[in-house]
């Protein structure tokens, strides 16, 4: 359960005192606001597809690598994990995590590469921005609203997944200083989300139990898939340390139960690592209320300065090993060629797609045909985008 308001940290968000939905609705009786939100994504058609959306390797090349799904279902424990302990809302870290990559289009990262040049025309393709789409705009499930009409706190956790977007001023920083994703722009005009601010500490945990995730089932995964062999994580700050305790504790471990302890104690560590710098910032800022930690000048939830030289060492590892491996890159461009030709596709033949996708076709300008194009395909799992690529076009790679 979310902790209790006398359990409650002072900076945490309290569903009592959300700033409420764009849609005005009655309030649950047996549900607070922010579970409310985990209920509607858990529930949502987009969630269900993140099953058989890639995360590293593409669906059938295994049973035991991630996808979408459970990697989402993974950064939703640690995000709980860091909320209790910190004594924050843990509905709403849980409800920032499960939405997260709603908006990946299938075969992940190549998927959002194609699509961004398919729409280089037309404001890019961003899987963050795809997200918000997702949740306001694109799931159709309620008779007085488009999307899942989220709460405020749950939406900002989404948009700024990686932080501010801009400054006070409005312009945008980062990553995304060269302009805002068009889906972002657009909506926070209608519905401010406050781009400048940091979001929530519950936000802030989502964000950095992904990093966690992302960290510990990568070297799983590679390790399983034979992309490197666990001697060469030796050299790694931190899980280096953990190989050295398991082969003086273990000497004789079996390969599968090797790999899995060492995730398990990297998650640990770094789980432990994230509450004992959040804690120490904390006591640093004293913020007295949600909005403290939002105008604060850097992110409460942290790693330590040690932990996050490891974190960029073992993503530095993996980039080239497992990211950049001839296989993945190989399977990765042809699933980018069959995105880039389901849209030029659809451009040509839009009375291929679906019925419902082409309301109003006659009076949307190119960009907006685009975009709904995109819309379509982002939408589809890595199965449903190789069977229709397959029924339309012909010659599909066996992304193997």
Same mark, same amino acid.
């Given at each position: 359960?979310? /902790?209790?308001?006398?359990?409650?940290?002072?900076?945490?968000?309290?569903?009592?005192? *959300?700033?409420?939905?764009?849609?005005?609705?009655?309030?649950?009786?047996?549900?607070? /606001?922010?579970? $409310?939100?985990?209920? $509607?994504?858990?529930? *949502?058609?987009?969630?269900?597809?993140?099953?058989?959306?890639?995360?590293?390797?593409?669906? =059938?090349?295994?049973?035991?690598?991630?996808?979408?799904?459970? =990697?989402?279902?993974?950064?939703?424990?640690?995000?709980?994990?860091?909320?209790?302990?910190?004594?924050?809302?843990?509905?709403?870290?849980?409800?920032?995590?499960?939405?997260?990559?709603?908006?990946?289009?299938?075969?992940?990262?190549?998927?959002?590469?194609?699509?961004? /040049?398919?729409?280089?025309?037309?404001?890019?393709?961003?899987? @963050?921005?795809?997200?918000?789409?997702?949740?306001?705009?694109?799931?159709? $499930?309620?008779?007085?609203?488009?999307?899942?009409?989220?709460?405020?706190?749950?939406?900002?956790?989404?948009?700024?997944? @990686?932080?501010?977007?801009?400054?006070? @001023?409005?312009?945008?920083?980062?990553?995304?200083?060269?302009?805002?994703?068009?889906?972002?722009?657009?909506?926070?005009?209608?519905?401010d989300l406050e781009l400048w601010s940091f979001p929530s500490t519950e936000a802030q945990a989502g964000a950095i139990a992904d990093d966690i995730a992302y960290d510990a089932h990568d070297i799983d995964d590679g390790l399983r898939a034979g992309a490197f062999d666990i001697e060469d994580l030796a050299s790694l700050p931190v899980v280096g340390d953990i190989l050295a305790e398991l082969a003086a504790q273990?000497? $004789?471990?079996?390969?599968?139960?090797?790999?899995?302890?060492?995730?398990?104690?990297?998650?640990?560590?770094?789980?432990?690592?994230?509450?004992?710098?959040?804690?120490?910032?904390?006591?640093?800022?004293?913020?007295? *209320?949600?909005?403290?930690?939002?105008?604060?000048?850097?992110?409460?939830?942290?790693? *330590?300065?040690?932990?996050?030289?490891?974190?960029?060492?073992?993503?530095?590892?993996?980039?080239? +090993?497992?990211? +950049?491996?001839?296989?993945?890159?190989?399977?990765?461009?042809?699933?980018?060629?069959?995105?880039?030709?389901?849209?030029?596709?659809?451009? /040509?033949r839009p009375n291929d797609m679906p019925a419902e996708w082409l309301g109003g076709w006659d009076t949307l300008d190119r960009t907006a045909r685009a975009r709904r194009i995109a819309d379509f395909i982002a939408g589809m799992t890595d199965r449903y985008a190789m069977v229709e690529h397959t029924r339309l076009i012909g010659g599909t790679p066996e992304l193997r």
């Amino acid at each position: 359960m979310a /902790a209790d308001a006398s359990a409650r940290a002072p900076h945490a968000s309290d569903p009592a005192l *959300s700033r409420g939905r764009r849609h005005t609705e009655p309030a649950s009786t047996t549900r607070s /606001a922010f579970r $409310r939100d985990c209920d $509607r994504i858990i529930h *949502s058609t987009a969630f269900r597809r993140l099953a058989h959306k890639t995360q590293v390797f593409v669906f =059938h090349e295994g049973d035991h690598y991630r996808t979408r799904l459970t =990697h989402t279902l993974e950064v939703t424990q640690i995000a709980r994990s860091l909320a209790r302990a910190l004594r924050l809302d843990e509905d709403l870290a849980e409800g920032c995590a499960l939405g997260h990559d709603l908006g990946h289009p299938p075969f992940g990262h190549a998927g959002e590469r194609a699509l961004d /040049a398919c729409l280089a025309d037309a404001g890019g393709f961003d899987h @963050n921005a795809q997200t918000l789409r997702v949740v306001t705009a694109l799931e159709r $499930r309620y008779p007085d609203f488009d999307g899942l009409n989220l709460t405020f706190e749950t939406l900002e956790g989404l948009v700024k997944h @990686n932080g501010p977007l801009t400054d006070r @001023n409005g312009k945008p920083v980062g990553r995304h200083a060269k302009g805002l994703p068009q889906a972002i722009a657009e909506y926070v005009r209608a519905h401010d989300l406050e781009l400048w601010s940091f979001p929530s500490t519950e936000a802030q945990a989502g964000a950095i139990a992904d990093d966690i995730a992302y960290d510990a089932h990568d070297i799983d995964d590679g390790l399983r898939a034979g992309a490197f062999d666990i001697e060469d994580l030796a050299s790694l700050p931190v899980v280096g340390d953990i190989l050295a305790e398991l082969a003086a504790q273990y000497p $004789r471990l079996e390969p599968a139960r090797h790999i899995h302890e060492l995730s398990r104690r990297l998650i640990t560590r770094m789980i432990e690592d994230v509450i004992a710098e959040t804690r120490r910032r904390l006591d640093a800022l004293k913020p007295s *209320s949600v909005e403290a930690v939002r105008a604060a000048a850097r992110p409460v939830v942290a790693f *330590s300065t040690a932990m996050a030289a490891a974190d960029r060492a073992i993503k530095g590892f993996l980039y080239p +090993r497992l990211y +950049r491996h001839d296989r993945i890159m190989r399977v990765m461009g042809e699933a980018e060629g069959v995105v880039r030709e389901l849209f030029a596709h659809y451009v /040509a033949r839009p009375n291929d797609m679906p019925a419902e996708w082409l309301g109003g076709w006659d009076t949307l300008d190119r960009t907006a045909r685009a975009r709904r194009i995109a819309d379509f395909i982002a939408g589809m799992t890595d199965r449903y985008a190789m069977v229709e690529h397959t029924r339309l076009i012909g010659g599909t790679p066996e992304l193997r």
